[in-house]
């Protein structure tokens, strides 16, 4: 691949990828390991999730600065050479027998939501929460209401703990989904899981 763009915003990074020849094949959800051949970032191959559409042949990823590595990426070149080994992971409502699902993003944990939403086939009903900080940190919730006025079956709930808004395993069960997706830091992660149990949903 090759890098065709790059933005830089809140702290976060997004590189859209051209392929240079046959793109990957991958399905909503997947993450691979990237390695770019440029003097900005270490040369080690580093797991990103993929979020553009799985019907796309460009690959999309967002990285949050949290360490060395995730903060020089955004000093990538339009034209640096990447390499792209993958696609690997089972995250995805692909993988799903039900139909009516909850998906919880915490922070960067939208990256594989916003390629499971790009990739929603008609039939699904799915309620996705974003939460975030503060609202200037979601800055993919214009492409996701977008997506949900293509999709009717998509509806997206901005969640920001600078309004004093949380999201509650309570709330979640209330949209009488049978399966439950979460991607987020690992306390908010565990914290629902807890509660999601406590209210009958099964570890699976």
Avoid at 108 to 116: Q, V
Avoid at 185 to 192: E, K, Y
Wanted: proline share 3%; with cysteine.
């Amino acid at each position: 691949y090759t890098v065709s763009s790059v933005w830089n915003g809140e702290g976060i990074t997004v590189v859209w990828l051209k392929p240079l020849q046959k793109a990957m094949a991958f399905y909503a959800g997947q993450f691979a390991f990237f390695q770019f051949s440029s003097s900005a970032v270490d040369t080690e191959s580093h797991p990103f999730s993929i979020s553009s559409g799985s019907d796309e042949d460009t690959l999309r990823i967002a990285a949050k600065a949290s360490g060395d590595y995730t903060s020089k990426i955004g000093n990538v070149k339009v034209g640096d050479r990447v390499s792209a080994e993958g696609p690997y992971g089972h995250f995805s409502f692909t993988k799903i027998r039900s139909t009516k699902q909850v998906w919880v993003a915490g922070g960067i944990g939208i990256t594989p939501f916003l390629s499971m939403a790009h990739s929603l086939p008609s039939g699904h009903q799915v309620t996705l929460y974003y939460c975030v900080r503060m609202a200037s940190q979601a800055i993919f919730l214009k492409e996701l209401n977008e997506l949900a006025l293509q999709k009717s079956g998509l509806k997206v709930t901005l969640v920001c703990d600078d309004q004093n808004q949380k999201i509650t395993a309570k709330e979640m069960v209330s949209n009488l989904a049978e399966d439950y997706l979460l991607c987020a830091p690992p306390v908010m992660m565990h914290g629902l899981e807890k509660q999601l149990r406590t209210l009958g949903v099964s570890k699976h």
